[in-house]
Each structure stands twice: as C-alpha cells, then as structure tokens.
C-alpha cells in the first residue's frame, strides 16, 4: 500500500475487487425450489377441500396471495425456512384424516 | 419451479405469473445469495435467508409485479433481502452471546476474510469497511457487489435518489479516510 492517502477511484477500485458476486451454492436453487413446491402444493392441496365449504367473500379473500402461504410463511420465520416448511408439509400429510380434517380444523378458527 | 402455483388464479393468469417469477428467481439468486452472504458472514445463514427471501417474494409478487409498473423488480427483492438481514441481526443481538463469541472473533469471520483471502490491499478495504454506519456499508454493498446503480439502491433502502447519492459518496469519503489514517 502506499503511503499517500487512497483517492475515491482508488477505493473505488478496490471496492469493485473485494465486493465480488458471490455463486451461491449448487445445493441452493434445488433447496429453494423444494420448498417453494412444498408450499404451493399444501396450499393447493388446502384450497381444494376447502373449495366446496367456503362462502364467495372466503374465496375471494384466499384469491390473495398474503393469505393462503401465510401459515407456511409464518413458520419460516423462525429462521429454519427449509426445514420447518418441509415439515410442515410432512405434518400435514401425518396428520389423521389428511387435508380435510386440517381444514375443517383451520376453519373453525376463522372468525 | 416448474410445479409453483399460485392457485387462487385462473390458469393463463397463473402460468404467466409462475413464468415471471421463475424468471426472476434466475435472474436474481445470485444477488439476493451475494447480498445474503455479505450481511451474515456464512454460507449457512446465507442460504437460509436467500430461502427466505425468495418465500415472502413468492408471497407478495403479485401485487409488487401489479404496483411495479413495469420497473424492475430487483431493488424490491434485494429490500426483502435487506429487511430479513436486519431481522438476523437484530436476533443475533437480543441473543445472549458466549464468552468464547466475544473473545474469538476468528470464530465468526467474516465472509470477506475468505473471498479476499491473501490479498493484503482488498483486506483492508474490507475492515474498513466494516468501520462504517451498517447504511453506508449496505449501500456500497448494492453498489459493488451486485451493480446497482443510485436509483435501484435507492428503491432498495426506501431513500430518495439525492439522499442515497449523497449516502454512497459519503460511504466512499469516510472510507478513504479510514483507510488513510490506518496507514
């Protein structure tokens, strides 16, 4: 390094070299993938048992996207997106009476 | 991707909108990934938050897609990226931390320890770096590493095109002086 002091293109320069692109790694775009898949399948999956149950303003309401992957969005919060989404699909599927009895058990919380 | 729906759309509208997304989720992970890995410091959060990301992206593209008016949506995924970041941080800081943390900062590097790994000049740029407001710092971070110019950095940081420019220039003169006085 020399001694006089660095000038804007200097750090400029320097910036460009040390703050590089960074490939993310191979297992990442499967990873994400999987589990946007997993989400949008349970969701999915819910819609259509509930299709048959829910009144017009229920449906209309689900038409946005906020509310059918909130459930699985709020469990990615915890900082484990992967993981926890992915079991909460397995959950999901565990669970005894499938799909429709999650609905129904989701549906008598609504309001 | 290819199996993504969005299921409360009629089908066209649905196909359209996984397309898109599709396309942005590739033209974008890289940028997300890289502006993940220089806020935590590790692959492993990385790529949690890159995950993250790209879920509440999915969550409301919609309707940013609808608001966007055709701009580019990167500054917008690039802000749920920053915002998750911030998240991280502000956990990592309620969280008590060990002893061993505090005394061996050779057990969290940081990231940019590695990338410029025995290059003497750019490791010093980046503890510089890191002598920075965490603002200027994510600011040159849109700059350099993902080549976001003042408009896209702007819409990322939710600041006026005049305050991020004078925010980068300020990030740039305060690193020239840092780098200065550690000569």
Sequence with gaps: ?111 | MAKAEQPALAGPEKAELDAAFEQLYRDHLRDVYSYSYYRVGNHHDAEDLTEQAFLQAYRHFERARRESNGRPLRPWLIRIAHNLASNYHRDRARRPQSALEHADPIAAPHPTERVVEGRAELKHVMESLQELPDDRREALIMRFALGMDNREIARALGRTDGATKVLIHRAIKQLEKEMGADE
Aim: proline share 8%.
């Design chain 1, 1 to 111: 390094m020399s001694e006089r002091e660095p000038s804007q293109a200097d750090v400029e320069k320097l910036l460009r070299s040390a703050l590089r692109p960074i490939e993310p790694p191979e297992k990442l775009p499967d990873r994400v993938e999987e589990t946007l898949t997993a989400v949008t399948e349970a969701a999915a999956t819910e819609l259509s048992a509930w299709a048959e149950e829910l009144s017009d303003s229920e449906l209309a309401s689900l038409r946005d996207p906020r509310n059918w992957v909130r459930p699985a969005a709020a469990a990615a919060a915890g900082g484990v997106a992967g993981g926890a989404l992915l079991l909460f699909e397995m959950r999901r599927r565990r669970r005894p009476g499938g799909a429709s009895a999650l609905a129904r058990e989701l549906r008598s919380r609504l309001p």
